[in-house]
């Protein structure tokens, strides 16, 4: 795998922040996040993502700590069509290729990757893996996305519409209402003083 890449967004929809670290490399994405949120209630979330060749996603393990306590997820795609949730088969979502963690503005880098809308004309319509934060529980979504220039892909799902910003690797830079990615510091440590 190549180097990782660390990219933070302030997540608006959970008035909290996500940290990725992010390896991509010739059709897999490994990646590891953690976020924090104060809606719809106080929460962090740790994940573990894994995808198989295309960016099908093959693993997304995640675990929630709120003031109800802690719940873990682990779901899983055969590369066949067929998921499980902790093991159990979970039918309703037969057929996705995608998972889609609710307020994680990673999980739309898949689908773009995997048709390049990032970079030239598509559009194309998905059934997601959506898994609801801080519940976990999992849910079909359809969803749609489109090439509408370099580095700006449309979305839509249900009454929701939004045109997102992505860089030339196809993540996501700005993603109005849901989440915006920050600039990380160059050249500077804790304790490090500028003039």
Partial sequence: MSAARVLTWEVFASRGVETAWIQVRDG???ARGRAVGVAPEPYWVTYDLETADGFVTRRLRVTVDSADGSRTLDLRHD????WTADGERLPVVDGALDC?????PLTNTMP????GLHRGPGEVEFLMAWVSVP???VHPSRQ???HLRPGRVGFASGDVRSDLRVDGEGFV????????RLAAAQGRSFGSARP
């Fill in 100 to 104: 889609d963690l609710a307020r994680c």
């Fill in 173 to 180: 830079v700005d993603y109005p209402s849901l989440a915006r």
């Fill in 144 to 146: 749609t996305y489109t």
């Fill in 79 to 82: 590369g066949a069509g067929a």
């Fill in 112 to 115: 773009v990757l995997r048709h």
């Fill in 135 to 137: 519940d976990l529980t």
């Fill in 28 to 30: 897999l994405l490994r």
